[in-house]
């Protein structure tokens, strides 16, 4: 693996969301208009995978509290986080 990375051909695993994806799941998030369980079913991430992308972002101490079964497995949340 150390010859593979040294050679540049060890890249790690592809981000399941485009760069575009991302920052469009970011911009829904600030606008407060959309529940993490519609983002999630829209883009097709998991709750831990949205809590990285909104650090990757720059949101800090981002938290998400599940209240109540919204149906298809999902749940609606209470999502706090802070812009760093």
Same mark, same amino acid.
Request: hydrophobic share 45%.
């Given at each position: 693996?150390? *010859? #593979? ?8 695993? =592809?981000?399941?969301? %485009?760069?575009?994806?991302? $920052? ?6 600030? %606008?407060?208009?959309? %529940? *993490? #369980? !519609? +983002?999630? !079913?829209?883009?097709?991430?998991? !709750?831990? !995978? @949205?809590?990285?992308? +909104?650090? #990757?972002?720059?949101? #800090?101490?981002?938290?998400? %509290?599940?209240? @109540?079964?919204?149906?298809?497995? +999902? @749940?609606? =949340? ?5 812009? $760093?």
């Amino acid at each position: 693996m150390a *010859i #593979a990375r040294s050679r540049g051909r060890l890249k790690g695993r =592809a981000p399941k969301l %485009t760069t575009r994806q991302q $920052a469009e799941l970011v911009r829904m998030y600030a %606008t407060g208009n959309y %529940t *993490i #369980a !519609e +983002l999630m !079913e829209v883009f097709s991430v998991t !709750e831990a !995978e @949205h809590v990285d992308l +909104l650090q #990757a972002a720059g949101f #800090a101490d981002v938290r998400i %509290t599940r209240t @109540h079964a919204a149906g298809g497995g +999902l @749940h609606s =949340a209470i999502v706090q986080a802070r812009k $760093a």
